[in-house]
């Protein structure tokens, strides 16, 4: 009995489930598919035709070069033009000088130098000394000197500095980069002249080759093509000595006669100056009623001078000072200027060590 019941309860089971089954199954052939979902108007993409561009520095090397487009770092990059003439060079053009600076900064970051110098308000910067060890490569040495290396001998440090500066108010903006130079010189005794001075580092001559080439270098950083930057280059023409030396006995005084104009004779003693490494006490493009201009320099010559503070009420004491000459320019025409020298008495400079300072300038204008 109970048997029986346990079959027909089963077969009541198997029944349910054929039923829900095949309900089941007739609900899911008379199903529609309902559309997808679709994106909004304002989002729908073009891939094949799409408005943005990635920069030029994302594309790979396999990419095709004639579609690619330099992106100028500057707006106005094609107003970047070198001006100059003899030894002396900058680059003219009219950008903020916020912008600008931070540019130059990140130039000579490329250029792997560290600043030592950085001065945005004043528009200064200058790089730390870089050492080079190879020094000046020189044939035909002499038998001393193939005893030793040649950084034993000569090695040699090299430094840039910047200048941005504007003309006017209503003036553009001028790059100026001037280098340094310094060699470490080691001289050796000989029996015939039996001295001997210990290793020191002096001034070298500044080179203009590599004042240009870092101006050209900036050119290209800042957005021109080489091509450009050389067809510049080959405008820009070299011109004959500009500068001469004159003493007038009659004043007992000495003086240069650049032949250019005022305004470029002031930029180009500045920027000479700057690279001889001379501080440059005060500098006044046209002062006084005489309309000359006037720049104070630090020399290299101690003097000993009486010490006037307050204790010197007291005693009588001396303290040792850089000994200071004042640069005057003249107009003497529009394409002349006159370059003489005074003391901060403004008396005629007649010491040895004036005339001295003047020939060495003289080296670097002419």
């Not at 077969?11 to 007739?26: H, K, T």
């Not at 559309?35 to 396999?62: H, K, M, Q, R, W």
Request: proline share 3%; aromatic share 10%; hydrophobic share 40%.
């Amino acid at each position: 009995m109970k048997s029986g019941l346990i079959i027909l309860v089963a077969i009541m089971l198997a029944n349910l489930v054929a039923c829900s089954s095949s309900s089941s199954d007739l609900r899911y052939l008379d199903s529609r598919v309902s559309p997808g979902l679709e994106i909004p108007p304002d989002l729908t993409t073009d891939s094949t035709n799409s408005a943005f561009e990635l920069p030029a520095v994302f594309f790979s090397e396999s990419d095709d070069p004639d579609s690619r487009k330099k992106i100028p770092v500057l707006a106005i990059v094609e107003a970047l033009k070198i001006e100059g003439f003899a030894d002396f060079y900058w680059l003219s053009l009219d950008a903020p000088v916020d912008e600008l600076y931070q540019l130059i900064r990140e130039f000579w970051a490329s250029e792997g130098f560290t600043l030592a110098l950085d001065e945005p308000v004043i528009g200064i910067m200058e790089t730390e000394w870089v050492f080079n060890k190879e020094g000046r490569q020189e044939g035909g040495k002499g038998f001393f000197a193939s005893l030793f290396s040649s950084k034993e001998l000569s090695t040699r440090q090299d430094q840039f500095r910047t200048r941005i500066s504007r003309d006017g108010p209503e003036q553009g903006l001028r790059i100026y980069i001037s280098h340094r130079s310094t060699e470490f010189i080691y001289k050796l005794a000989t029996q015939q002249i039996g001295e001997y001075s210990s290793p020191q580092w002096i001034i070298s001559q500044s080179e203009t080759e590599l004042e240009v080439e870092m101006l050209s270098r900036l050119m290209i950083y800042l957005g021109l093509q080489r091509a450009q930057v050389e067809q510049q280059l080959e405008n820009v023409k070299l011109f004959a000595p500009r500068a001469s030396f004159h003493t007038d006995y009659g004043e007992n005084e000495s003086y240069l006669l650049v032949q250019e104009g005022y305004s470029r004779t002031w930029y180009r003693t500045l920027h000479q100056l700057e690279r001889m490494k001379f501080e440059v006490v005060r500098a006044s493009f046209k002062s006084g009623f005489s309309d000359d201009g006037m720049i104070r320099v630090n020399t290299n010559v101690d003097i000993e001078v009486e010490d006037t503070g307050f204790l010197s009420l007291f005693s009588t004491k001396t303290k040792m000072v850089k000994k200071q000459i004042v640069l005057v320019l003249s107009e003497e025409s529009h394409k002349s200027t006159r370059i003489s020298i005074e003391n901060i008495d403004g008396e005629a400079e007649t010491s040895p060590e004036g005339i001295q300072f003047l020939s060495l300038l003289y080296e670097h204008l002419k």
